[in-house]
């Protein structure tokens, strides 16, 4: 997800679109919680087995040819990355409803933006909704939403599959 984050941060930050600019705000920023949540799990990991770079989804190319075909993609990329905290919130509250002793170390992610994350919510669907775009357009930033879904979904396939393989090699040593 780090990959994710960090790609859309720099291309929505190279992006002249005025709607894009519209609806992107600095805190919408995700990287900064990955990495302290990378950096807590990490120094908290056992001894396991480890992922193989080489095999992990490289986002840039998975999601540069969208938003270069329609700069208006990367709204419906937010989209996805700011729906996506109210999940976080959900997952993180019974995560820590389960599991009690993992304490708040490594869930920041998952935070969301905490009690204010239902109000942005809100405030992001009103920015969207202000744009007033003609349909084409309009059309632009679902398909990048759709796209984004889909991706994800495709990358996290692959590394479930990257993590069962390299699951069993460990296991065969």
């Known amino acids: 997800m780090r990959a994710f984050h960090y790609w859309l941060e720099t291309m929505v930050g190279r992006c ?42 490289d986002f840039e190319q998975l999601f540069s040819p969208l938003v270069t075909e329609s700069p208006l993609r990367a709204v419906g990329l937010a989209y996805v990355s700011e729906g996506s905290r109210l999940g976080g ?27 204010s994350t239902g109000q942005k919510w809100k405030a992001f669907q009103c920015c969207l909704n202000s744009l007033r775009l003609e349909t084409p357009r309009t059309l632009e930033i679902v398909k990048g939403a759709v796209d984004g879904f889909r991706h994800i979904r495709q990358a996290f396939e692959a590394l479930s599959a990257m993590r069962i393989k390299t699951t069993q090699e460990h296991q065969e040593r």
């Open 16 to 57: 002249d679109d005025a709607s894009v600019s519209l609806i992107w705000r600095s805190d919408m920023r995700r990287t900064d919680d990955l990495d302290k949540d990378l950096a807590t799990l990490d120094s908290q990991a056992s001894a396991g087995p480890e992922c193989d770079p080489e095999r992990t989804p």
């Open 89 to 115: 919130l959900v997952l993180r509250n019974s995560l820590l409803h389960s599991y009690p002793s993992l304490g708040v170390g490594g869930l920041s992610y998952l935070e969301g933006y905490g009690a």
